[in-house]
């Protein structure tokens, strides 16, 4: 039997998230004073070296984006923490922040430390106004115990935009204007908010940053798979008998996650798919269960690791259905900047609720994987980018069951 | 139009800050009034047109009135395949509204919403932001007795 690791969730269930003494009993913001005691590009290495990639979906190695801002000349720069989680079937972010807001405050220190930043801002969804109350609380904490020196950090909250996890996006929403992505180059890390150097990392990944400090890289690095080194946070939802979170190491296969972790179908049923990553990630059948989740691992089968959302459906599921249900969300979610997701994501919807209905023709097939194979290509953000996945990995695996609803 | 502007005015100063003054005006009003909008436009010295579309683009942000509780209805796929096609009847029924629709005595408006994090328990519905999870269509009665 596997057993869960907790890194990221270390604090979780131990402390009282709202005592910073409970925290710094726990040895809390020592990580953040060893830092300061380093030199900046020595402390960007030990991050560099620990192989810590992004954990909002991207997968950029951490160190290696904090080089590209603490090598830009500036007066000001901003460290930018995304916790405007919005893909579906995922609440790890949440947790981490109710749980333990002063791993995510110290994280965000120490990058800021790192890039010569004095001043930080949390981008927290809207869904979660009780979240951002407990985050104002530890940062006043903080603020009161002076842990944090001179680095300043603020709440914004957003509302309710799917696309605002694109870092361009949420940093235009932080600066009050609608939340369309930017285009790139420039990179945030060059050129961010109000134009300056800011560092845009997910919460799962500043939670991370104290204890690769405390321990150092070497012990980072040899956990879980080589190339995705660390642990994961996952959620599990839909056809599982354990709907709940786990933090495991990057090597443990979907397998685990599923069956040793989450306990396998209800009422003894038969796994269908299982869709990782969100609902811009790809369903993965059956047979493809012994893949490791890490980042490269997912990639090679077509897959994603994304958020760690772990959406499960059992045998007696229609999967062009749920697909049609996601094409809405897609639909709905698409900002509208660029043309091929604002029209795409439209049409997408639209073929798939016809063939949904019995009224499909069998030339909407090539369609659907024309039009998303256009759209993987030319969208301008990650939104748009991946908007078509679920539907090309069900055409893929499950076709058989858009053939049978075919007019 | 004054109390619009006090509110709006706390915000004049924050970078970025027009969507926290939004924030402000709903936590006050539950909904943005039109009137807000051009207050807002004076105040941080933009178009109107641009006010108007800040305050449109997000989905929690409501220009023009909506009721005093807001449910809002998980639809994503995790609480899609739990069943959240069973509570929203159920809602409709209660309430006897359709959703996008606001009971006439202005206690109650219901939307769809995409997912809100909570997927622990599915399927999920929150009135003014406070989750609730693994509803089933026989708990809407007592839960809607909490606002009554």
């Given at each position: 039997m596997s057993e869960e690791m907790r890194i990221v969730l270390r604090n979780y269930g131990k402390i009282d998230p709202f005592k910073i003494d409970d925290y710094i009993a726990a040895g809390g913001y020592k990580a953040l004073a060893r830092a300061r005691e380093m030199k900046q590009t020595d402390l960007i290495e030990e991050v560099k070296k620990s192989g810590l990639r992004g954990r909002g979906g991207a997968g950029f190695n951490c160190g290696q984006k904090w080089n590209f801002s603490?090598?830009?000349?500036?007066?000001?720069?901003?460290?930018?923490?995304?916790?405007?989680?919005?893909?579906?079937?995922?609440?790890?972010?949440?947790?981490?922040?109710?749980?333990d807001p002063h791993t995510v405050l110290e994280g965000m220190a120490i990058c800021g430390y790192a890039i010569g930043s004095k001043k930080g801002y949390i981008y927290c969804r809207g869904e979660y106004p009780y979240v951002v109350e407990g985050l104002k609380t530890a940062i006043s904490q903080a603020k009161d115990k002076g842990v944090l020196g001179d680095f300043d950090i603020e709440v914004r909250m957003g509302a309710?935009?799917?696309?605002?996890?694109?870092?361009?996006?949420?940093?235009?929403?932080?600066?009050?204007?609608?939340?369309?992505?930017?285009?790139?180059?420039?990179?945030?890390?060059?050129?961010?908010?109000?134009?300056?150097?800011?560092?845009?990392?997910?919460?799962?990944?500043?939670?991370?940053?104290?204890?690769?400090?405390?321990?150092?890289?070497?012990?980072?690095n040899s956990i879980g798979a080589p190339n995705y080194p660390g642990t994961k946070v996952l959620t599990l939802t839909g056809d599982v008998v354990n709907r709940k979170f786990i933090e495991v190491p990057t090597d443990t296969s979907?397998?685990?996650?599923?069956?040793?972790?989450?306990?396998?179908?209800?009422?003894?049923?038969?796994?269908?798919?299982?869709?990782?990553?969100?609902?811009?990630?790809?369903?993965?059948?059956?047979?493809?269960?012994?893949?490791?989740i890490d980042f490269d691992s997912m990639a090679a089968i077509g897959?994603?690791?994304g958020s760690g959302a772990v959406f499960v459906i059992d045998a007696t599921r229609d999967v062009v259905d749920i697909v049609n249900r996601i094409a809405g969300f897609f639909r709905h979610e698409s900002c509208g900047k660029c043309t091929p997701c604002r029209e795409g994501t439209k049409r997408i919807e639209e073929m798939v609720e016809r063939i949904n209905q019995g009224q499909g023709r069998a030339a909407d097939l090539e369609l659907l994987e024309r039009l998303g194979s256009t759209m993987s290509k030319i969208c301008l953000c990650g939104l748009g980018q991946a908007a078509p996945i679920p539907v090309l990995t069900t055409l893929t695996h499950f076709r058989d069951e858009y053939q049978s609803k075919l007019n | 139009m004054s109390d619009y502007k006090n509110i709006i005015l706390e915000y004049k100063d924050v970078p970025g800050g027009l969507i926290e003054a939004y924030h402000a005006l709903q936590r006050e009003f539950n909904y943005i009034p039109e009137d807000a909008i051009e207050a807002a436009a004076d105040i941080f010295d933009i178009s109107k047109a641009r006010a108007y579309g800040v305050a449109t683009f997000y989905s929690?942000?409501?220009?023009?009135?909506?009721?005093?509780?807001?449910?809002?209805?998980?639809?994503?796929?995790?609480?899609?395949?739990?069943?959240?096609?069973?509570?929203?009847?159920?809602?409709?029924?209660?309430?006897?509204?359709?959703?996008?629709?606001?009971?006439?005595?202005?206690?109650?408006?219901?939307?769809?919403?995409?997912?809100?994090?909570?997927?622990?328990?599915?399927?999920?519905?929150?009135?003014?932001?406070?989750?609730?999870?693994?509803?089933?269509?026989?708990?809407?009665?007592?839960?809607?007795?909490?606002?009554?």
């Open positions: 603490y090598s830009v000349a500036a007066e000001t720069k901003y460290v930018v923490c995304n916790a405007d989680e919005g893909e579906p079937g995922t609440y790890k972010d949440r947790i981490i922040m109710e749980s309710g935009a799917y696309v605002c996890g694109e870092e361009s996006a949420l940093i235009e929403s932080i600066e009050g204007h609608r939340g369309e992505p930017r285009f790139k180059p420039p990179f945030p890390p060059v050129k961010g908010l109000w134009g300056k150097p800011t560092i845009v990392n997910n919460v799962e990944t500043f939670a991370n940053i104290p204890v690769i400090v405390e321990k150092g890289s070497d012990w980072y979907i397998r685990q996650v599923i069956f040793e972790f989450g306990g396998g179908i209800p009422e003894g049923k038969k796994l269908k798919a299982v869709q990782i990553g969100g609902t811009s990630g790809g369903f993965i059948p059956e047979e493809m269960l012994e893949t490791p897959a994603t690791l | 929690y942000f409501k220009v023009g009135p909506r009721g005093k509780y807001i449910i809002r209805i998980c639809e994503s796929a995790p609480c899609h395949v739990a069943g959240a096609d069973k509570v929203v009847a159920a809602l409709e029924n209660e309430l006897g509204i359709k959703m996008g629709d606001t009971t006439a005595d202005g206690r109650f408006t219901l939307e769809f919403t995409e997912c809100v994090g909570q997927c622990q328990a599915t399927p999920v519905i929150t009135i003014n932001s406070k989750p609730y999870s693994d509803v089933n269509a026989q708990d809407i009665g007592s839960i809607l007795n909490e606002y009554k």
